[in-house]
T-cell receptor, first 115, second 116 residues
Framework: AQKITQTQPGMFVQEKEAVTLDCTYDTSDQSYGLFWYKQPSSGEMIFLIY??????QNATEGRYSLNFQKARKSANLVISASQLGDSAMYFCAMREGSYGNQFYFGTGTSLTVIP | EAQVTQNPRYLITVTGKKLTVTCSQN?????MSWYRQDPGLGLRQIYY???????DKGDVPEGYKVSRKEKRNFPLILESPSPNQTSLYFCASIRTGTLPSSYGYTFGSGTRLTVV
């Protein structure tokens, strides 16, 4: 079974609108971390936001928020007020394991912001 | 500045010509890893290293070698590259420890490898 599932290969959003990128995960561990990374066309991987499995509040970082629904095992990224610079590939990832050394990535969602 | 330095950024080579992609981190991280990224497949782990002299295969190790003689360096070696190894490669490091932890991977800038 896939550890991280991103079901939206591509998404479009109008500039200034909000968009939600879906991510579901699979783990039997109690302690884990969820991450979102952005990859612009230049190729580098940029960390966006983190959610710990015990965090009761949804994580927020500026225009990014993580909609964490633990029972449903989902960790959707919400980008508010989209900007043209948000056009990129977005990867959801999970960290688990005894030493925190198991890291799994989804296949990514390509987001295009339309002017 | 805390970083993972990966070189080269771009490389075009011919089939069968041995090459090495270097990776160095300055954060004293125990765990280092190599990934390849291909369209529609996301990031797939090639090899990882828990510490010096400790390496293990990831999901797609065939055709690759690694070594970890020093904590900071983790080179990726392609002994006889083939066109199906054309890909975007990332080196990454992470501090291991008790979860949950907000520490995620620190990635290198990536190496775009083309094998012709």
């Amino acid at each position: 079974a896939q550890k991280i599932t991103q079901t939206q290969p591509g998404m479009f959003v109008q500039e200034k609108e909000a968009v939600t990128l879906d991510c579901t995960y699979d783990t039997s561990d109690q302690s884990y971390g969820l991450f979102w990374y952005k990859q612009p066309s230049s190729g580098e991987m940029i960390f966006l936001i983190y959610q710990g499995s015990y965090d009761e509040q949804n994580a927020t970082e500026g225009r990014y928020s993580l909609n964490f629904q633990k029972a449903r095992k989902s960790a959707n990224l919400v980008i508010s007020a989209s900007q043209l610079g948000d056009s990129a590939m977005y990867f959801c990832a999970m960290r688990e394991g005894s030493y925190g050394n198991q890291f799994y990535f989804g296949t990514g969602t390509s987001l295009t912001v339309i002017p | 500045e805390a970083q993972v330095t990966q070189n080269p950024r771009y490389l075009i080579t011919v089939t069968g010509k041995k090459l090495t992609v270097t990776c160095s981190q300055n954060m004293n991280h125990e765990y280092m890893s190599w990934y390849r990224q291909d369209p529609g497949l996301g990031l797939r782990q090639i090899y990882y290293s828990m510490n010096v002299e400790v390496t293990d295969k990831g999901d797609v190790p065939e055709g690759y070698k690694v070594s970890r003689k020093e904590k900071r360096n983790f080179p990726l070696i392609l002994e006889s590259p083939s066109p199906n190894q054309t890909s975007l490669y990332f080196c990454a490091s992470i501090r291991t420890g008790t979860l949950p932890s907000s520490y995620g991977y620190t990635f290198g800038s990536g190496t775009r490898l083309t094998v012709v």
